[in-house]
C-alpha cells in the first residue's frame, strides 16, 4: 500500500488556464512580412513587374515625372479624403476626425511622392505593403481600397492632360504611371490576402485546440464512467449474491441468513455513499451545488461529527484526539451541512486508512487561507494520522485531477474515491483552502483545509441568531 | 436448479479464488461449495497462489481483475498478469493448464475482448455475478473442456 488516502479524484478543472485570442488583424511593421514573408514579398514584387511589364523604362519615366507632379499632390489629397467623405462606409474608419483627415491627406501626398522615386525594390514593396496592413488594421474593407485607387488615377490623367499636350509623349508617361499604380495596388491588397491567411490560420490553431480540449474532456468523461460503473458493481455484487443465495434456500441456518442480511445492508450503505457522491461531484461539475452560508459554531460541528467516527476508530484501536477542545472557537462562515461532510470525509479517510495508531483533529485561527497571507481571520482545520501517508507527488493529484492515483485503495477500502475532490470544492465554495502535509512526525498524513471566521463585529450577534444569511453560489 | 440438477463433476475439485472484495470473495466461496460442493481456497498471497498450484492442490481459479493488495516481486499485480503467472506455472509444474475464469467490475464495450485476450483467461464474468447456478455452470465448463 503506498498511500492512504482516497484515490480517484475527479478534475475540477481550473477554467480559463489558457485564454484563446481572438482572431485577429497581424501585428504592425516587421512582423508582419518578417523572415520567409520577406523573401515571399520579393518574389511577390518581381513577379508583379513582370507580369505588369515594369520596366527600367517605366522607372526612369516616373523619375522624370516627379518634379513636375509634385504641385498637383495637395489637391490630390483634397478630392481624394472629399470622395472619401461619400462613402460613410468607408469614412468610419476614420477615427480621428478632422485632425486625423488633415494628418491622413500629409501622408498620402507622401505615398504620392513615392511613386516617382525611381526606386521600386525590396524596400520599397515592404513599405507599400505596410501601408495595406494599416488599412487592414483600421478594418477598411479591400473594395474600398480598390476604389479610392480610381480616384487617383483619373486625378493623375487630368494632370497628365494639363503637362503633356502632345499625346504619345502624355501617352509614355501614362503607361508607366498607370503600370506603378497597379504595382502599388497589387502590394496594398496583397496585405489583405496576406491578413486573411494569417486569420485563418488563427481561426484554425483556435479550432485545433478547442478540438483537442473536447477530446480530452470526452476522455476524463469516459473514465470517470468505467470508474464509476466499476465502484457501483462491487458492492451490487455483494448485495445481490447474498441476498440470491438466500432466496436460492442455500443457507445452512436462519443465523447464517442473518448474517448475510447484514452483509446485504452493509454493502446497500456502501452504494448509497457512492451514489451520493456521485451526484454531488455531479452538481459541483453542474455549477449547481448551492451552499446556505450561515454563521458557523464550529465546536458544534467538530462535537456531532467526532462522534461518528469514533466507533470505527475504537474498532480498530486507534485513538483519537480532539486537541480542539481546549480553547474557544470563533463561528465561521459555512454551510453547516457542508461543513460537517468534509470533516467527516477527512476524519473517515483518516480513519480507514490508519491501522496503528492515532487520529488528531485540531482548529486554530490564522490569519490567511492556508495559502496566501489574507486581512481575513480564517479557521484552520487540521486531521491529523499516523498511517502511511501520500507521496509526495501525489498530494496534488489526489484532490483534483480525474485521475486514479492509486484506485486499488479505493477498493481495498470502499468509498467512491471523489472524497477529496467533493472535500475541496466545497471547501472553496466557502472561500477556504485545503492542502496535504506529511503528518508532525513526518509520516502519517495531515489534511488542512480553511474556512473564513465571521468579523469580529459580527461574533456576538451571530451566536443568538443562527439564521441562514446568504447564498452562495458556486463561484466558478 | 442448483446443486442437484448439476451434481458436481468432481467432490474433489478445488477452485481457487482470488479477489481483494472480502465480501464478493465470500459470496463466491459461498456460492461454489453450496451450488457446487466444490472446495475453496480464497487468497491474495501470490506465493500461496504458486504453491497450491504446483501441488495441484487447485483444479480451477477465479480472478478478479483489478486487487489492491496483491504483490509479485516487489510491485502490484493484477489479475490480468496474474492469469499469465499462473498458467505458466501450472503448465511448467504440472504439466497441464490451470483453467482461469476473470471475474471483474470492467464492463465498458472492449473490456471482456482486451482483457481476454490480454490475461490468457478461459472465460469471463462481469460483476455483478450473483446467480450461484450460473457461476457453477461455468466452473463444471471450464473443468470439462481442460
Ligand atoms: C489608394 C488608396 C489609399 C492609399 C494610397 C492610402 C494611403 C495611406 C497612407 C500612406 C497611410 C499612412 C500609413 C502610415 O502612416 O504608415 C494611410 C493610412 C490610413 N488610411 Fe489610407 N489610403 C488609401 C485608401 C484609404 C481609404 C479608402 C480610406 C478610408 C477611410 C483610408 C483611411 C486611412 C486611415 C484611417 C489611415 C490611418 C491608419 C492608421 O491609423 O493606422 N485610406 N493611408
Known amino acids: 500500500m503506498e498511500s492512504c488516502y482516497h484515490l480517484l479524484a475527479i478534475i475540477v478543472r481550473s477554467p480559463g488556464a489558457q485564454q484563446v485570442p481572438a482572431p485577429g488583424i497581424p501585428g504592425r511593421s516587421k512582423d508582419a512580412w518578417g523572415g ?84 521600386y525594390d525590396e524596400r520599397y514593396a515592404g513599405d507599400r505593403s505596410q501601408i495595406g496592413y494599416r488599412h487592414v488594421r483600421v478594418g477598411l474593407e479591400q473594395k474600398y481600397v480598390i476604389s479610392a485607387m480610381g480616384i487617383v488615377r483619373s486625378y493623375f490623367s487630368n494632370c497628365l492632360l494639363l503637362e503633356f499636350p502632345a499625346s504619345d509623349e502624355r501617352l509614355r508617361y501614362a503607361h508607366s504611371l498607370g503600370k506603378m499604380l497597379d504595382l502599388d495596388l497589387n502590394l496594398m491588397c496583397e496585405s489583405y490576402m496576406h491578413a486573411t491567411v494569417q486569420n485563418l490560420r488563427a481561426l484554425n490553431e483556435q479550432l485545433e485546440r478547442a478540438n483537442r480540449e473536447l477530446a480530452e474532456a470526452s476522455r476524463i468523461k469516459d473514465e470517470f464512467l468505467a470508474h464509476t460503473s466499476h465502484e457501483l458493481r462491487t458492492p451490487l455484487n455483494s448485495i445481490l449474491g447474498f441476498s440470491k443465495l438466500i432466496l436460492d434456500g442455500l ?103 490508519t491501522s496503528r495508531g492515532s487520529v488528531t483533529v485540531r482548529a486554530g485561527v ?42 486499488s485503495q479505493t477498493r481495498r477500502y470502499g468509498g467512491s474515491g471523489l472524497g477529496l475532490a467533493i472535500s475541496r470544492r466545497l471547501v472553496e465554495m466557502m472561500g477556504g483552502a485545503i492542502g496535504l502535509d506529511s503528518g508532525s512526525q513526518g509520516r502519517g498524513t495531515l489534511v488542512w483545509f480553511t474556512i473564513p471566521v465571521v468579523p469580529e463585529a459580527q461574533q456576538e450577534s451571530s451566536a443568538a441568531a443562527r439564521r441562514p444569511r446568504a447564498t452562495a453560489t458556486d463561484r466558478r | 436448479m442448483t446443486s442437484k440438477k448439476n451434481p458436481p463433476r468432481a467432490a474433489a475439485c478445488t477452485v481457487l479464488i482470488v479477489e481483494d472484495n472480502a465480501l464478493v470473495a465470500k459470496f463466491y466461496r459461498m456460492a461454489l461449495e453450496r451450488a457446487g460442493d466444490f472446495s475453496c481456497v480464497v487468497t491474495e498471497d501470490v506465493p500461496k497462489m504458486l504453491a497450491e498450484v504446483e501441488a495441484g492442490r487447485v483444479q480451477v481459479a477465479v480472478l478478479d481483475v483489478s486487487l489492491s493488495g496483491t504483490q509479485w516481486q516487489g510491485r502490484p499485480i493484477n489479475g490480468v498478469e496474474l492469469a499469465r503467472l499462473l498458467k505458466q506455472h501450472a503448465a511448467a509444474h504440472r504439466g497441464r493448464p490451470l483453467p482461469i475464469l476473470l471475474a471483474t467490475a470492467h464492463a465498458m464495450a472492449g473490456d471482456r475482448e482486451r482483457l481476454l485476450a490480454a490475461s490468457g483467461a478461459d472465460d469471463y464474468l462481469e460483476k455483478p455475478v450473483y446467480d450461484a447456478a450460473h457461476l457453477v455452470g461455468k466452473i463444471l465448463n471450464l473443468l470439462n473442456s481442460a
Request: charged share 30%.
Open chain 1, 36 to 119: 520567409q514573408e520577406g523573401l515571399l514579398l520579393e518574389s511577390f514584387l518581381q513577379e508583379m513587374k513582370r507580369y505588369l511589364g515594369f520596366t527600367e523604362v517605366d522607372a526612369r519615366h516616373l523619375r522624370e515625372l516627379g518634379p513636375r507632379m509634385e504641385k498637383y499632390f495637395p489637391e490630390l489629397a483634397e478630392r481624394f479624403y472629399a470622395q472619401i467623405r461619400q462613402h460613410p462606409h468607408a469614412f468610419r474608419v476614420i477615427a480621428g476626425g478632422e485632425a486625423e483627415i488633415a494628418r491622413l491627406k500629409q501622408t498620402l501626398q507622401q505615398w504620392a511622392r513615392g511613386l516617382f522615386s525611381g526606386v
Open chain 1, 251 to 353: 443457507c445452512k441456518s436462519r443465523e447464517e441468513e442473518q448474517e448475510l442480511l447484514r452483509d446485504v445492508f452493509s454493502s446497500a450503505q456502501h452504494l448509497l455513499g457512492i451514489v451520493n457522491d456521485i451526484l454531488d461531484i455531479t452538481r459541483i461539475e453542474a455549477n449547481q451545488m448551492i451552499l446556505h452560508l450561515e454563521d458557523v459554531n464550529p465546536r458544534q460541528v467538530l462535537d456531532s461529527t467526532l462522534p461518528l467516527v469514533a466507533v470505527q476508530a475504537a474498532s480498530k484501536g486507534l485513538e483519537l484526539h480532539d486537541l480542539s477542545a481546549r480553547r474557544p472557537l470563533p463561528s465561521v462562515r459555512a454551510d453547516e451541512v457542508r461543513l460537517r461532510q468534509v470533516l467527516l470525509n477527512l476524519l473517515s479517510n483518516a480513519v480507514k486508512f
Open chain 1, 366 to 407: 490564522t490569519g490567511t487561507d492556508g495559502v496566501a497571507p489574507s486581512r481575513r481571520a480564517f479557521l484552520r482545520f487540521e486531521v491529523e494520522d499516523t498511517g502511511i501517508g501520500i507521496p509526495l507527488e501525489k498530494r496534488e493529484e489526489v484532490f483534483h485531477n480525474f485521475v486514479q492515483v492509486d484506485n
